[in-house]
């Protein structure tokens, strides 16, 4: 059974940092492209970054900069750096393990397999 955990959220002041933390059971992120997404009630699931196996990194616009990924193989874990965070930063935030690849007619499309159930992010003005 694969569980991913996420850690580290909280409540922020606008310009303050957190990092977040996601660990697995049951599965060895080592040869995994990882990911973290956001949710908000107005805004559905977002893409916040993600990290392939080879370390290639890629941020949604509104946190470059600010935000980085990484991971700790020899740990099973991947980070979330976050900084300078802002009040629209505010969300669930959740881990992905194990990206899939596929063709949707003419577009590209990618699936991650395994969620954690996430944690929240408050960040106030």
């Known amino acids: 059974l694969v569980k991913l955990v996420e850690f580290g959220g909280g409540s922020v002041q606008a310009g303050g940092s957190l990092r977040l933390s996601c660990t697995a059971s049951g599965i060895s992120f080592e040869d995994k492209d990882m990911g973290w997404y956001r949710q908000t009630p107005g805004n559905g699931c977002e893409m916040v970054s993600t990290i392939s196996s080879d370390g290639t990194a890629v941020y949604t616009d509104s946190v470059k900069g600010r935000f980085t990924i990484s991971h700790a193989d020899d740990k099973n874990v991947v980070y979330l750096q976050m900084n300078s965070l802002k009040p629209e930063d505010s969300a669930k935030y959740f881990c992905?393990?194990?990206?899939?690849?596929?063709?949707?007619?003419?577009?590209?499309?990618?699936?991650?397999?395994?969620w954690g159930q996430g944690t929240r992010v408050a960040v106030s003005s």
């Open positions: 992905a393990a194990d990206r899939l690849r596929y063709r949707d007619c003419e577009a590209d499309e990618e699936i991650f397999t395994y």
